[in-house]
């Protein structure tokens, strides 16, 4: 369905018609200052730091800083240098992904070509004059860019077009004749990617160039995707990389290996050779070992990532860090250790591992400085050779900052939106100590309507995080935000089959989701209201990806909650398996037959089983190009509730993906204020005069 103007929407309900005008400020809480409120509009002031890249002495950090166009409704970024030294901050240029050369002097980038629809290509700026130069002519965007050691070459990655399968041949078109378009053929097993769309044919590989410019020079070939980050031995003469390159890899594709190229040659070694992913491969500076991630695929839902290393010809691998019991997702050199992140308990850490895997935190509390529509964990790091590390982080006030720490107390070097934030009344989120009724612990945080007078309560959102091997933490999120300035206390959680507790604790859930998570989700709930902040008779849920699952999940199990909007669901595991574009995924990882050996263990566990249940009003939100929960998801519930009578609207946000649903700032503000005004009609509380729960 179309939205309207600043996209808002209209939508019908089954008992009676009414417009849902999602604003792009919801109505205030009357607890707050209007002028003081965090509203819709504030979307588009917001920036963050993000992708923090220290220069190899340590002294400069270039960093991307991320905003909004309010004329274009996007995300732009820019890159910025910051000198340690002085704190003296610079605007470089338009663009993304700065890589520092070897010598500290040059800075390589993705950037915009010159002239109208120009598309992403490969710069070169030298810091000392200014001068800036376009490598490349490219058709499609480089990736992964990788110096030489001796800084006269940079490696990239990019897509290569190919044929495809040909069937057949049209007639021949007369000249002039307006025909219509020709056949599209697909016979790749995962035939579209959520946020890419429908796969042209083509594949990943590496490419090189002079740092001078020139024509770039292709290095692997074949009908696979060789994949970034690229990483040089130190002399110059090999790439090493991670690529999947089995005769059966569509159909095996969590097998990539750690691959290494000459590059004089163009022989392809394979370096690691165990059933699972290994990935991220990165050479010591001395050239002798390769530290790597990955796992043995053991076809459970959730593995932790180890970090391994072995030596240069790719013997003698051993995981370092098998008894921290969390999944490493960075790894970087520093002299003969290694720096590495993870998220632990809800928040992410960096920490420097020993080759005898000890383990030293070095920061904490990092955080993304995009995407932060909601609170999950996330933050990019960098580290030079004399220890220093860059990284970004911040709290649920705010999107990230760039900070840096050499050992000694952290030291914040940007406050990118402390100056109009000052004038905004933010909700304070605070830890709920939460117990499951099988006595675990479970974190879960709670937002707190700013002004909220003490012994008063506030109606509750209980927000639900995807994945559901994800975590959630007290991070920025800008739906908690808007939620708690429009008068509502927020609760979110991370409950059985999060991560970052351990492999045993996400696990608890395999095969076997949704099912007692629900329980740590009502316990975190019964714990809100006993705190005295939740009001008990005015109870919401929502939740996205595997939140929206859960959402559905919860209002087949209990009348309990007022109104619900399960946010891009999952509703039938026996469609949703065969629709998704990992094809291969969920009737391998989450089920232990196929949808047509065993169609009952899927139908079981779908929400679209519980629907003759549901009584709560129920809001179903999904992006039009949702590739990974499709739209037909969201639709079969919806059409289920419309033909029970049960309350329901269908909100569609046009050219949005999965991973993109909240992706442009009046799409994300126009889908919090819809759902503010699905709960406000079912809320028993309204506020006098309130014109947005009438």
């Avoid at 599209?184 to 090189?208: K, Q």
């Amino acid at each position: 369905m179309a939205l309207t103007s600043r996209a808002a929407a209209l939508f019908l309900l089954t008992a009676a018609p009414f417009a849902l005008v999602a604003s792009p400020a919801p109505v205030l809480a009357a607890s707050a200052a209007p002028e003081r409120s965090f509203t819709g509009d504030d979307l588009f002031k917001l920036e963050g730091a993000t992708d923090p890249q220290i220069s190899p002495d340590g002294s400069k950090v270039a960093y991307v800083r991320s905003s909004a166009d309010v004329m274009a409704d996007k995300e732009v970024r820019t890159i910025w240098l910051v000198d340690l030294a002085s704190g003296r901050h610079t605007p470089l240029v338009a663009g993304g992904s700065p890589r520092w050369s070897p010598d500290g002097k040059r800075i390589a980038y993705v950037g915009r070509g010159s002239g109208e629809g120009a598309g992403p290509e490969l710069h070169v700026r030298w810091l000392d004059s200014g001068a800036d130069a376009k490598l490349t002519t490219l058709v499609e965007a480089p990736g992964g860019l990788s110096w030489s050691p001796d800084g006269k070459a940079i490696a990239f990655t990019m897509r290569v077009a190919d044929e495809g399968l040909k069937l057949g041949k049209a007639p021949d078109k007369p000249e002039g004749a307006k025909w219509a378009d020709g056949l599209e053929i697909i016979d790749r097993v995962t035939y579209r990617y959520d946020d890419a769309g429908y796969i042209a044919p083509g594949f990943d590989h590496l490419f090189l160039i002079s740092a001078e410019g020139g024509a770039s020079r292709q290095l692997t070939f074949g009908k696979f995707d060789d994949g970034a980050p690229l990483s040089w031995t130190p002399d110059g003469r090999s790439v090493v990389f991670s690529a999947n390159r089995r005769a059966d890899w569509e159909r095996e594709a969590n097998d990539s290996e750690v691959w290494s190229l000459d590059v004089g040659s163009g022989a392809l070694t394979q370096l690691t050779k165990r059933y699972g992913p290994d990935g991220n491969p990165q050479v010591s500076p001395d050239g002798r070992m390769i530290a790597y991630l990955g796992f043995d695929d053991k076809y459970r839902s959730y593995e932790n990532n180890q970090l391994y290393v072995m030596n240069r010809d790719g013997s003698g691998a051993r995981s370092l860090t098998a008894k921290l019991d969390r999944s490493i997702d960075g790894v970087m050199w520093s002299g003969n250790a290694l720096v590495v992140s993870y998220d632990d308990k809800g928040e992410k850490k960096v920490a420097r591992i020993g080759l005898d895997g000890s383990t030293k935190l070095l920061a904490s509390g990092l955080s993304a400085g995009t995407g932060y529509d909601r609170p999950y964990t996330g933050g990019d790091y960098s580290v030079a050779r004399n220890g220093t590390v860059a990284y970004t982080a911040s709290g649920p006030d705010r999107p990230a900052d760039l900070w840096v720490t050499s050992g000694g107390a952290p030291r914040k070097l940007t406050g990118l939106n402390a100056t109009w934030l000052a004038d905004k009344a933010m909700a304070p989120v605070r830890k709920l100590p939460v117990t499951a009724p099988d006595g675990r612990a479970i974190d879960a945080w709670l937002a707190v309507p700013p002004g909220l007078q003490p012994g008063k309560r506030a109606p509750l959102i209980l927000e639900i995080h995807g994945g559901p091997n994800a975590a959630y933490g007290p991070a920025f999120s800008t739906d908690v935000q808007l939620y708690a300035a429009h008068g509502y206390a927020v609760l979110y959680t991370n409950p059985r089959g999060s991560t970052s507790y351990g492999a045993e604790f996400a696990n608890l859930i395999d095969r076997a989701y949704p099912g007692t998570d629900y329980d740590d989700l009502i316990a975190a709930v019964d714990a809100a209201i006993a705190s005295g902040v939740a009001d008990p008779d005015n109870l919401f849920v929502t939740g996205g990806s595997g939140g929206g699952v859960l959402t559905a999940w919860i209002v087949g199990k209990t009348d309990r909650f007022k109104a619900a909007a399960t946010q891009k669901p999952v509703i039938n595991w026996l469609s949703e398996a065969l629709t998704m574009d990992g094809t291969t995924f969920t009737s391998r990882y989450w089920f232990d037959k196929k949808p047509w050996e065993d169609p009952m263990a899927y139908w079981s566990r779908s929400p679209l089983s519980l629907v003759g249940n549901v009584k709560t009003p129920t809001l179903v939100v999904v992006g039009s190009e949702d590739y990974r929960t499709p739209v037909s998801e969201a639709e079969q519930y919806y059409a289920a509730l419309q033909i029970r009578g049960v309350p329901t609207a269908l909100v569609k946000v046009p050219g949005a993906s999965h991973h993109g649903l909240a992706g442009r700032p009046s799409q994300s503000a126009a889908k919090a204020a819809a759902i503010l005004a699905w709960f406000d009609k079912y809320r028993t509380d309204k506020p006098a005069g309130d014109a947005a729960a009438k």
